[in-house]
T-cell receptor, first 111, second 110 residues
Framework: GENVEQHPSTLSVQEGDSAVIKCTYSDSASNYFPWYKQELGKRPQLIIDIRSNVGEKKDQRIAVTLNKTAKHFSLHITETQPEDSAVYFCAASYSGYALNFGKGTSLLVTP | SQTIHQWPATLVQPVGSPLSLECTVEGTSNPNLYWYRQAAGRGLQLLFYSVGIGQISSEVPQNLSASRPQDRQFILSSKKLLLSDSGFYLC?????????FGPGTRLLVL
Protein backbone atom coordinates (compact mmCIF):
# COMPACT_ATOMS: atom_id res chain seq x y z
CA GLY A 1 0.00 0.00 0.00
CA GLU A 2 0.86 3.67 -0.13
CA ASN A 3 3.32 5.04 2.43
CA VAL A 4 3.63 8.79 2.96
CA GLU A 5 6.58 10.26 4.84
CA GLN A 6 6.45 13.86 6.04
CA HIS A 7 9.26 16.11 7.27
CA PRO A 8 9.95 17.91 9.47
CA SER A 9 7.75 16.86 12.36
CA THR A 10 8.11 20.30 13.93
CA LEU A 11 9.00 23.63 12.37
CA SER A 12 9.47 27.01 14.01
CA VAL A 13 9.79 30.17 11.94
CA GLN A 14 9.63 33.87 12.60
CA GLU A 15 6.71 35.87 11.34
CA GLY A 16 7.32 36.94 7.77
CA ASP A 17 9.67 34.07 6.96
CA SER A 18 8.83 31.20 4.63
CA ALA A 19 8.01 27.66 5.71
CA VAL A 20 8.49 24.51 3.66
CA ILE A 21 7.12 21.07 4.48
CA LYS A 22 8.09 18.06 2.39
CA CYS A 23 6.41 14.73 1.76
CA THR A 24 7.39 11.63 -0.14
CA TYR A 25 5.13 8.84 -1.33
CA SER A 26 5.80 5.29 -2.39
CA ASP A 27 3.05 4.34 -4.85
CA SER A 28 3.69 5.73 -8.33
CA ALA A 29 -0.02 5.26 -9.11
CA SER A 30 -0.98 8.00 -6.63
CA ASN A 31 -2.34 10.99 -8.50
CA TYR A 32 -3.98 13.24 -5.92
CA PHE A 33 -2.10 15.13 -3.20
CA PRO A 34 -4.00 17.33 -0.75
CA TRP A 35 -2.71 19.35 2.18
CA TYR A 36 -4.75 19.87 5.33
CA LYS A 37 -4.35 22.35 8.17
CA GLN A 38 -5.51 21.35 11.62
CA GLU A 39 -5.74 23.90 14.40
CA LEU A 40 -5.69 22.68 17.98
CA GLY A 41 -8.81 20.72 18.84
CA LYS A 42 -10.42 21.26 15.44
CA ARG A 43 -11.04 19.26 12.31
CA PRO A 44 -8.51 19.16 9.44
CA GLN A 45 -9.32 21.69 6.75
CA LEU A 46 -8.21 21.38 3.14
CA ILE A 47 -5.94 24.28 2.21
CA ILE A 48 -4.64 23.26 -1.19
CA ASP A 49 -4.36 20.20 -3.40
CA ILE A 50 -2.59 19.16 -6.56
CA ARG A 51 -3.11 16.48 -9.14
CA SER A 52 -0.41 14.54 -10.91
CA ASN A 53 -0.91 16.31 -14.23
CA VAL A 54 0.24 19.58 -12.65
CA GLY A 55 3.70 20.45 -11.32
CA GLU A 56 2.83 23.49 -9.22
CA LYS A 57 -0.21 25.23 -7.83
CA LYS A 58 -0.44 28.50 -5.95
CA ASP A 59 -3.13 30.14 -3.85
CA GLN A 60 -2.09 33.48 -2.40
CA ARG A 61 0.66 32.76 0.17
CA ILE A 62 0.41 28.99 -0.21
CA ALA A 63 1.93 26.90 -2.98
CA VAL A 64 2.41 23.21 -3.59
CA THR A 65 4.95 21.61 -5.90
CA LEU A 66 4.97 18.04 -7.16
CA ASN A 67 7.85 16.01 -8.57
CA LYS A 68 6.34 12.80 -9.92
CA THR A 69 9.67 11.33 -10.93
CA ALA A 70 11.10 11.66 -7.45
CA LYS A 71 7.71 10.98 -5.83
CA HIS A 72 7.76 13.95 -3.55
CA PHE A 73 5.66 17.06 -3.05
CA SER A 74 6.08 20.11 -0.89
CA LEU A 75 4.01 22.83 0.74
CA HIS A 76 5.41 26.36 0.70
CA ILE A 77 3.99 29.11 2.89
CA THR A 78 5.39 32.59 2.31
CA GLU A 79 5.15 35.64 4.56
CA THR A 80 4.07 33.49 7.49
CA GLN A 81 1.72 34.91 10.09
CA PRO A 82 0.98 33.76 13.65
CA GLU A 83 -2.40 32.41 12.47
CA ASP A 84 -0.52 29.97 10.22
CA SER A 85 0.52 28.12 13.38
CA ALA A 86 -1.12 24.68 13.22
CA VAL A 87 -0.43 21.07 12.31
CA TYR A 88 -0.19 20.46 8.58
CA PHE A 89 -0.82 17.07 7.01
CA CYS A 90 0.03 15.91 3.53
CA ALA A 91 -1.75 12.99 1.92
CA ALA A 92 -1.66 10.92 -1.25
CA SER A 93 -4.20 8.76 -2.99
CA TYR A 94 -5.15 7.17 -6.26
CA SER A 95 -8.17 9.09 -7.51
CA GLY A 96 -8.92 10.24 -3.96
CA TYR A 97 -10.28 6.88 -2.96
CA ALA A 98 -8.49 6.40 0.35
CA LEU A 99 -6.20 9.14 1.53
CA ASN A 100 -2.92 8.05 3.10
CA PHE A 101 -1.73 10.75 5.45
CA GLY A 102 1.71 11.76 6.58
CA LYS A 103 2.25 12.04 10.34
CA GLY A 104 1.96 15.81 10.35
CA THR A 105 4.15 18.87 10.83
CA SER A 106 3.58 21.16 13.78
CA LEU A 107 4.30 24.69 12.53
CA LEU A 108 4.87 27.49 15.01
CA VAL A 109 5.11 31.06 13.74
CA THR A 110 6.55 33.40 16.35
CA PRO A 111 5.91 37.15 16.23
CA SER B 1 -24.26 23.35 0.49
CA GLN B 2 -23.02 20.19 2.15
CA THR B 3 -22.78 19.82 5.91
CA ILE B 4 -21.40 16.99 7.98
CA HIS B 5 -22.44 16.35 11.57
CA GLN B 6 -20.96 14.13 14.24
CA TRP B 7 -22.17 13.32 17.68
CA PRO B 8 -21.51 13.23 20.44
CA ALA B 9 -18.80 15.89 20.48
CA THR B 10 -17.12 14.38 23.53
CA LEU B 11 -17.52 11.07 25.31
CA VAL B 12 -15.98 9.48 28.38
CA GLN B 13 -16.51 5.73 28.60
CA PRO B 14 -15.23 2.96 30.88
CA VAL B 15 -13.15 0.11 29.53
CA GLY B 16 -15.35 -2.72 28.32
CA SER B 17 -18.37 -0.56 27.58
CA PRO B 18 -20.00 -0.35 24.13
CA LEU B 19 -19.63 2.54 21.73
CA SER B 20 -21.76 4.13 19.05
CA LEU B 21 -20.65 7.24 17.17
CA GLU B 22 -22.82 8.73 14.49
CA CYS B 23 -22.04 10.76 11.40
CA THR B 24 -24.54 12.28 8.99
CA VAL B 25 -24.08 14.29 5.84
CA GLU B 26 -26.55 16.79 4.43
CA GLY B 27 -26.84 18.34 1.00
CA THR B 28 -25.45 15.53 -1.11
CA SER B 29 -26.34 12.06 -2.32
CA ASN B 30 -24.32 8.84 -2.42
CA PRO B 31 -21.16 10.26 -0.89
CA ASN B 32 -18.15 8.17 -0.01
CA LEU B 33 -17.88 8.12 3.78
CA TYR B 34 -14.85 7.55 5.97
CA TRP B 35 -13.96 7.04 9.62
CA TYR B 36 -10.54 8.15 10.82
CA ARG B 37 -8.96 8.03 14.26
CA GLN B 38 -6.37 10.47 15.50
CA ALA B 39 -4.50 9.60 18.69
CA ALA B 40 -3.24 12.55 20.76
CA GLY B 41 -0.50 14.37 18.86
CA ARG B 42 -0.52 11.81 16.07
CA GLY B 43 -1.57 11.49 12.46
CA LEU B 44 -4.81 10.35 10.90
CA GLN B 45 -5.48 6.62 10.67
CA LEU B 46 -8.15 5.45 8.24
CA LEU B 47 -10.43 2.93 9.96
CA PHE B 48 -13.30 2.33 7.54
CA TYR B 49 -14.67 3.65 4.30
CA SER B 50 -17.92 3.14 2.46
CA VAL B 51 -18.92 3.76 -1.14
CA GLY B 52 -22.59 2.98 -0.62
CA ILE B 53 -25.30 1.68 1.70
CA GLY B 54 -24.23 -1.53 3.35
CA GLN B 55 -20.77 -1.42 1.75
CA ILE B 56 -17.98 -1.19 4.30
CA SER B 57 -14.27 -1.67 3.83
CA SER B 58 -12.02 -2.05 6.85
CA GLU B 59 -8.50 -0.74 6.76
CA VAL B 60 -7.34 -1.83 10.18
CA PRO B 61 -8.47 -5.01 11.99
CA GLN B 62 -9.52 -4.15 15.53
CA ASN B 63 -12.42 -4.22 17.92
CA LEU B 64 -14.31 -1.52 16.02
CA SER B 65 -16.95 -1.95 13.34
CA ALA B 66 -18.82 0.38 11.02
CA SER B 67 -22.22 0.37 9.40
CA ARG B 68 -24.01 2.49 6.82
CA PRO B 69 -27.73 1.96 7.30
CA GLN B 70 -28.70 4.95 5.15
CA ASP B 71 -27.10 6.79 2.27
CA ARG B 72 -25.89 9.69 4.39
CA GLN B 73 -25.44 7.99 7.76
CA PHE B 74 -22.27 6.30 8.94
CA ILE B 75 -21.96 4.68 12.37
CA LEU B 76 -18.87 3.54 14.23
CA SER B 77 -19.38 0.93 16.92
CA SER B 78 -17.63 -1.24 19.41
CA LYS B 79 -18.94 -3.96 21.70
CA LYS B 80 -16.15 -3.53 24.25
CA LEU B 81 -13.91 -0.50 24.39
CA LEU B 82 -10.19 -0.74 25.10
CA LEU B 83 -7.98 1.93 26.63
CA SER B 84 -6.22 2.19 23.27
CA ASP B 85 -9.49 3.25 21.64
CA SER B 86 -9.13 6.73 23.14
CA GLY B 87 -8.68 9.40 20.51
CA PHE B 88 -10.28 11.91 18.21
CA TYR B 89 -12.67 10.23 15.77
CA LEU B 90 -13.27 12.03 12.53
CA CYS B 91 -15.85 11.27 9.91
CA UNK B 92 -15.28 12.53 6.37
CA UNK B 93 -17.19 12.57 3.11
CA UNK B 94 -16.31 12.95 -0.53
CA UNK B 95 -17.93 12.86 -3.92
CA UNK B 96 -14.69 12.97 -5.88
CA UNK B 97 -11.16 13.26 -4.67
CA UNK B 98 -11.50 15.90 -1.98
CA UNK B 99 -12.45 14.74 1.48
CA UNK B 100 -14.19 17.02 3.96
CA PHE B 101 -14.04 16.30 7.64
CA GLY B 102 -16.69 16.53 10.31
CA PRO B 103 -16.13 18.28 13.64
CA GLY B 104 -15.04 15.04 15.32
CA THR B 105 -15.81 13.14 18.52
CA ARG B 106 -13.28 13.18 21.30
CA LEU B 107 -13.37 9.81 23.08
CA LEU B 108 -11.66 9.09 26.36
CA VAL B 109 -11.69 5.51 27.62
CA LEU B 110 -10.91 5.15 31.31
Amino acid sequence: GENVEQHPSTLSVQEGDSAVIKCTYSDSASNYFPWYKQELGKRPQLIIDIRSNVGEKKDQRIAVTLNKTAKHFSLHITETQPEDSAVYFCAASYSGYALNFGKGTSLLVTP
Amino acid sequence: SQTIHQWPATLVQPVGSPLSLECTVEGTSNPNLYWYRQAAGRGLQLLFYSVGIGQISSEVPQNLSASRPQDRQFILSSKKLLLSDSGFYLCAWSLGETQYFGPGTRLLVL
